[in-house]
């Protein structure tokens, strides 16, 4: 009899899955059991419909340091299968990709309906069967074959099964993974927006700040990069950066904080004195609000000029002691109420899932059952933005399918 394997969940990494099992052993008989009428929704959605695949970080130390959980499983995981490999495997299957200033790689398509095609082609002529609304909520193993039951009480028997149901917003999503011994980290959201609904800084809605710095005060989370000013509070891949890191750490202070924006990046207060005196010298007599000397929209300088309690018809000769110290704080150091978050329409993920340290990182496999593999966001495993979640639910699955045909 040829092995068979349930894949259980027909997202990313289950579909990467069952590719590398039937790839791996093609007399295996591979079936995907999917709780609904569709599959590969996410990918669907992601990117904006363009789906971000992979990043261009092809050095694995640096790849894994996108990790806010996982990292260091993720490094050894990634010696078999990374952001190359990624890039390989779409491009010998005919999918051709581009790759944008910010190492983001996308399908040259601009749409994720071809990686979609690529999978069900692919899971076609290999002769993988998708069996739809089967909403799985328990496995038993008994005598070396797993049986697996619907929310229905249909059944499916497998001599292997891969886990990859995704990110659960509750535990009780996986309780039937519980059920089999493993542990679960309690799933939390990451990849999220700030509100601010006390802040006047939401008025400046749309402006983009191209590099900044941003920390949680009274603690050590920072986030760099590009900041977007929203009608609700702060955007921007700085801020999610932020969000992901400090996913537990958010959730544990209700999402009410203070968050501290150095507008200009990493300057520090004495090269920041060092050009504001400067410009005292060469420019005191123009008005501020005529005279801005930092890469922040005219619009937003003069929001920050008032902010440190200055008027910008003021000239530059004018700023006193006082104010300069207030502007330089309001620069590097300003400081906005957050109360509450916004899930990120265009990326969230959850942090939390299956423990790691239940799981094989050479093969997926659990420690605790043999014959169970996971894959994908089911595991306590995320990535900040950028292609990054993608590419764990791709090593992870490429990983879980092969060693499930073969072992
Ligand atoms: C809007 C959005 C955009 C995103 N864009 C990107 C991006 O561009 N780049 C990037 O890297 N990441 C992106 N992500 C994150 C990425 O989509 C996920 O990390 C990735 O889809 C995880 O893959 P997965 O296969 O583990 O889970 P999923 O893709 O969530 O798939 C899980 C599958 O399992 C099924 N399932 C769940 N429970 C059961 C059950 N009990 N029985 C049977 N089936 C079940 C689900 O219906 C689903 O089909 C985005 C996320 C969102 C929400």
Redesign the pocket.
């Known amino acids: 009899m040829p092995k068979s394997i349930a894949v259980?969940?027909?997202?990313?990494?289950?579909?990467?899955a069952a590719l590398s099992a039937k790839s791996a052993n093609p007399n295996c008989n591979v079936f995907i059991?999917?709780?609904?009428a569709?599959?590969?929704?996410?990918?669907k959605?992601?990117?904006?419909g363009?789906?971000?695949?992979?990043?261009a970080t092809f050095e694995i130390d640096a790849l894994s340091k996108n990790y806010p959980r996982g990292e260091r499983f993720l490094r050894k995981a990634f010696a078999q299968f990374n952001a190359q490999s990624t890039v390989d495997w779409f491009e010998t299957r005919g999918i051709r990709l581009k790759t944008y200033p910010d190492n983001?790689i996308?399908p040259q398509s601009n749409t994720?309906q071809s990686i979609i095609d690529c999978f069900l082609f692919d899971a076609t002529a290999k002769n993988i069967e998708v069996i739809y609304q089967?909403?799985?909520?328990a496995i038993r193993k008994d005598n070396e074959v797993f049986t697996i039951t619907?929310?229905t009480g249909n059944e499916m028997k497998a001599d292997a099964v891969i886990v990859?149901?995704?990110?659960?917003p509750k535990r009780s999503?996986?309780s039937?993974v519980e059920n089999l011994g493993h542990t679960i980290i309690e799933p939390v959201p990451s990849?999220f927006t700030f509100n601010m609904p006390n802040e006047t800084i939401r008025e400046l809605m749309g402006n983009v700040v191209e590099k900044s710095t941003v920390k949680i005060e009274g603690t050590k989370l920072m986030g760099q990069g590009p900041l977007l000013v929203t009608h609700w509070g702060m955007s921007g891949p700085a801020i999610l950066q932020l969000s992901a890191w400090g996913a537990r750490v958010l959730e544990g202070l209700n999402y009410h904080f203070f968050v501290l924006v150095n507008w200009l990046n990493e300057t520090s207060e004495e090269s920041l004195r060092g050009v504001l005196a400067a410009t005292m010298t060469q420019h005191g007599a123009k008005k501020m609000s005529n005279l801005n000397p930092f890469p922040v929209t005219n619009r937003l300088w003069e929001f920050l000029v008032q902010r440190a309690e200055i008027n910008p018809e003021n000239r530059w000769n004018e700023l006193g002691k006082k104010s300069l110290n207030k502007l330089v704080n309001t620069l590097i150091n300003d400081r906005y109420a957050v109360s509450g978050k916004t899930?990120?329409?265009?990326?969230?993920?959850t942090a939390g899932g299956v423990s790691l340290s239940e799981i094989e990182v050479k093969s997926m496999e659990s420690k605790i059952i043999p014959g169970l593999y996971f894959?994908?966001?089911?595991?306590d495993i995320?990535?900040i933005?950028?292609?990054?979640?993608?590419?764990?639910?791709w090593t992870?699955?490429f990983i879980a399918g092969k060693n499930a045909a073969s072992s």
């Open positions: 259980i969940g027909g997202g990313a990494a289950g579909f990467f059991l999917e709780r609904s569709k599959v590969l929704s996410k990918v959605i992601s990117g904006g363009r789906c971000n695949v992979t990043n983001c996308f994720s089967f909403h799985v909520q619907s929310i990859t149901v995704g990110g659960q999503g996986i039937w990849l899930t990120f329409k265009e990326e969230f993920v894959a994908g966001e089911v595991m995320d990535g933005t950028g292609g990054f979640n993608f590419q764990a639910a992870t699955g």
